[in-house]
Nanobody
């Protein structure tokens, strides 16, 4: 079955960096666009970033553009999100997803940005 397992979250000070990883299995990873989504308690899922099958095209929400970088390694079935210049408003549960709506997503990894 499809499995997406995120890792790399944690507590970081404002201005700091984190790199999230997502290990994918149970499907042909290289055939799918992939997504990062995030959610804060009491709110819906927020789209963060998209990457096409080869990584040739990437897209970002305005709130993270210029600070976050999505990438993938199809040989390793892995998706990444490099997050720099983190802000308190980036605090959320971050999900790796196979669709933009998040129907197929992992369990999430918590990112907390606080001094």
């Amino acid at each position: 079955q499809v499995q997406l397992v995120e890792s790399g979250g944690g507590l970081v000070q404002p201005g700091g960096s984190l790199r999230l990883s997502c290990a994918a299995s149970g499907f042909t990873f290289g055939n799918h666009w992939m997504y990062w989504l995030r959610q804060v308690p009491g709110k819906g899922l927020e789209w963060v970033s998209t990457i096409t099958t080869t990584g040739g095209i990437t897209q970002y929400a305005d709130s993270v553009k210029g600070r976050f970088t999505i990438s993938r390694d199809n040989a390793k079935n892995a998706l990444y999100l490099q997050m720099n210049s983190l802000k308190p408003e980036d605090t959320a549960l971050y999900y790796c997803a196979r669709d933009k709506s998040g129907v197929i997503r992992g369990q999430g990894t918590q990112v907390t940005v606080s001094s």
